[in-house]
Protein backbone atom coordinates (compact mmCIF):
# COMPACT_ATOMS: atom_id res chain seq x y z
CA UNK A 1 0.00 0.00 0.00
CA UNK A 2 1.31 3.84 -0.99
CA UNK A 3 1.61 5.80 1.87
CA UNK A 4 3.90 8.72 2.70
CA UNK A 5 7.33 8.15 4.28
CA UNK A 6 8.66 11.28 7.15
CA UNK A 7 11.59 10.96 8.51
CA UNK A 8 14.35 13.94 10.21
CA UNK A 9 12.39 13.93 13.91
CA UNK A 10 14.50 13.47 17.07
CA UNK A 11 15.47 15.52 20.57
CA UNK A 12 16.45 18.88 20.20
CA UNK A 13 16.95 21.52 22.90
CA UNK A 14 14.98 24.71 22.94
CA UNK A 15 16.31 26.91 20.58
CA UNK A 16 17.28 24.54 18.75
CA UNK A 17 16.42 23.68 14.80
CA UNK A 18 15.06 19.98 12.91
CA UNK A 19 14.12 19.20 9.46
CA UNK A 20 11.76 16.93 8.95
CA UNK A 21 11.31 15.47 5.23
CA UNK A 22 7.79 13.35 3.49
CA UNK A 23 8.35 11.27 0.55
CA UNK A 24 5.33 9.80 -1.10
CA UNK A 25 6.42 8.33 -4.45
CA UNK A 26 3.42 7.00 -6.64
CA UNK A 27 1.03 9.98 -4.92
CA UNK A 28 -0.33 12.47 -6.80
CA UNK A 29 -0.64 15.46 -4.67
CA UNK A 30 -2.21 18.89 -5.33
CA UNK A 31 -1.62 20.01 -1.25
CA UNK A 32 0.40 18.53 0.63
CA UNK A 33 0.69 19.17 4.58
CA UNK A 34 2.20 18.86 8.08
CA UNK A 35 -0.09 17.89 11.10
CA UNK A 36 1.15 17.42 14.88
CA UNK A 37 -0.45 15.44 17.57
CA UNK A 38 0.86 15.61 21.65
CA UNK A 39 -0.04 13.06 24.06
CA UNK A 40 -3.77 13.85 25.00
CA UNK A 41 -4.47 16.56 22.51
CA UNK A 42 -5.96 16.77 19.30
CA UNK A 43 -4.22 16.39 16.26
CA UNK A 44 -3.48 19.88 14.72
CA UNK A 45 -2.61 21.51 11.21
CA UNK A 46 0.55 22.76 11.22
CA UNK A 47 1.62 24.02 7.71
CA UNK A 48 0.66 23.13 3.77
CA UNK A 49 2.23 23.34 0.22
CA UNK A 50 0.05 23.34 -2.67
CA UNK A 51 1.17 22.34 -5.75
CA UNK A 52 1.61 25.57 -7.34
CA UNK A 53 3.41 25.97 -3.98
CA UNK A 54 1.67 28.46 -2.30
CA UNK A 55 1.95 28.32 1.86
CA UNK A 56 0.17 28.51 4.35
CA UNK A 57 0.76 28.03 8.41
CA UNK A 58 -0.80 28.22 12.09
CA UNK A 59 -0.71 31.15 14.27
CA UNK A 60 1.44 29.02 16.77
CA UNK A 61 4.47 28.24 13.90
CA UNK A 62 4.31 31.58 11.54
CA UNK A 63 7.80 32.60 11.32
CA UNK A 64 9.69 29.98 13.08
CA UNK A 65 8.40 27.00 10.04
CA UNK A 66 9.46 26.72 7.10
CA UNK A 67 7.34 24.34 4.61
CA UNK A 68 8.85 23.57 0.88
CA UNK A 69 8.71 21.25 -1.43
CA UNK A 70 10.44 19.17 -4.09
CA UNK A 71 8.20 17.85 -7.14
CA UNK A 72 11.23 16.39 -8.60
CA UNK A 73 11.50 14.00 -5.67
CA UNK A 74 8.06 13.52 -4.57
CA UNK A 75 9.29 15.09 -1.19
CA UNK A 76 7.89 17.91 0.80
CA UNK A 77 9.98 19.13 3.87
CA UNK A 78 9.54 20.72 7.27
CA UNK A 79 12.28 23.13 8.56
CA UNK A 80 11.86 24.10 12.01
CA UNK A 81 13.58 26.82 13.95
CA UNK A 82 13.83 28.49 17.50
CA UNK A 83 11.86 25.37 18.60
CA UNK A 84 9.73 25.04 21.83
CA UNK A 85 8.70 22.74 24.49
CA UNK A 86 5.51 23.02 23.23
CA UNK A 87 6.65 21.74 19.99
CA UNK A 88 7.18 18.49 21.39
CA UNK A 89 4.28 16.00 19.37
CA UNK A 90 4.29 13.68 16.69
CA UNK A 91 4.72 15.11 13.49
CA UNK A 92 2.44 13.71 10.53
CA UNK A 93 2.55 14.70 6.47
CA UNK A 94 -0.56 14.58 4.82
CA UNK A 95 -1.25 14.33 0.92
CA UNK A 96 -3.98 15.73 -0.61
CA UNK A 97 -4.59 14.33 -4.13
CA UNK A 98 -7.91 15.80 -5.30
CA UNK A 99 -10.50 19.13 -4.34
CA UNK A 100 -13.49 16.31 -4.74
CA UNK A 101 -14.64 15.36 -1.75
CA UNK A 102 -14.23 11.68 -2.26
CA UNK A 103 -10.78 12.10 -3.40
CA UNK A 104 -8.12 9.71 -1.46
CA UNK A 105 -6.32 11.47 1.08
CA UNK A 106 -2.56 9.66 2.12
CA UNK A 107 -1.22 9.95 6.07
CA UNK A 108 2.48 8.91 7.29
CA UNK A 109 2.65 7.37 10.54
CA UNK A 110 4.49 10.45 11.54
CA UNK A 111 8.09 10.92 13.57
CA UNK A 112 8.53 12.20 16.31
CA UNK A 113 9.45 15.47 17.89
CA UNK A 114 10.87 16.32 21.33
CA UNK A 115 12.31 19.44 22.56
CA UNK A 116 13.82 19.86 25.59
CA UNK A 117 13.90 22.97 28.12
Known amino acids: QVRPVESGGGLVQSGGSLRLSCTFS??????MGWYRQAPGKEREWVAA???????SYADSVDGRFTISRDNGKATVYLQMDNLKPEDTAVYLC?????????????WGQGTQVTVSS
Open 94 to 106: QIQTGVAVESPIY
Open 49 to 55: ITSRGRT
Open 26 to 31: GITGIR
